[in-house]
């Protein structure tokens, strides 16, 4: 069965500091997908990267970034000089590949509040 | 392109009463889910359809009735509603062209039962 920890309920951080939140998964397969959304406090869910499992690589937009490793299982997510804009929940999420209609699930999310 | 539309925004209902969360979408998605977000819990799969005709039981499933009678809707029935029921729904579609598609998401309806 596949699962999704965020350990980090709630996090803050004074604005420009940077910022780690913390995603592990569990699942059987050898081929998934992972997935980071935020939620600000207007409450919609935004889709921010995908990650396959096959790809290793991280990657950085912008003062994103996001470090995938599956030797830890883990698949991080880095804020460089954190905004205020940035206060939001932070859901990661994971996706088996049986099909493109596997279900994501999803951590419980990380409260993110960046203070000026 | 409107994506996913959910209506209503907000419901108050009294226990027992019934009601259908909508959800829309016009992107041609065969996968259309729902989702409940409650505090401290995440995002927790109710039902999903990966097609019309098709539907399937996610992780939280009692309570709640699906259909798919079209690829554009898939419609929530609260049957008799309860307070447990009272979280913020999310309809979501996905493009299974795609194994890593991303999920798109409508922007909630917020229920209240009292």
């Known amino acids: 069965a596949q699962k999704v920890t965020q350990a980090q309920t709630e996090i803050s951080v004074v604005e420009k500091e940077d910022v780690t939140l913390d995603c592990v998964y569990e699942?059987?397969?050898?081929?998934?997908?992972l997935f980071w959304y935020k939620q600000p406090p207007s409450g919609e869910l935004v889709f921010l990267i995908r990650r396959n499992s096959f790809d290793e690589q991280n990657e950085i937009s912008g003062r994103y970034s996001w470090n995938f490793q599956k030797s830890t299982s883990s698949f991080n997510f880095t804020i460089t000089a954190s905004q205020v804009v940035d206060s939001a929940v932070y859901f990661c999420a994971l996706s088996e590949a049986r099909s493109g209609n596997t279900p994501l699930v999803f951590g419980k999310g990380t409260r993110l509040s960046v203070i000026a | 392109n409107a994506g996913v539309t959910q209506t209503p925004k907000f419901q108050v209902l009294k226990t027992g009463q019934s009601m259908t969360l909508q959800c829309a979408q016009d992107m041609n998605h065969e996968y259309m889910s729902w989702y409940r977000q409650d505090p401290g819990m995440g995002l927790r799969l109710i039902h999903y359809s990966v097609g019309a005709g098709i539907t399937d039981q996610g992780e939280v499933p009692n309570g709640y009735n699906v259909s798919r009678s079209t690829t554009e809707d898939f419609p929530l029935r609260l049957l008799s509603a309860a307070p447990s029921q009272t979280s913020v729904y999310f309809c979501?579609?996905?493009?299974?062209?795609?194994?890593?598609?991303?999920?798109?998401f409508g922007n909630g309806t917020r229920l209240t039962v009292t």
């Open positions: 699942t059987r397969d050898t081929t998934y997908y």
């Open positions: 979501a579609t996905r493009d299974t062209g795609s194994y890593n598609s991303p999920l798109h």
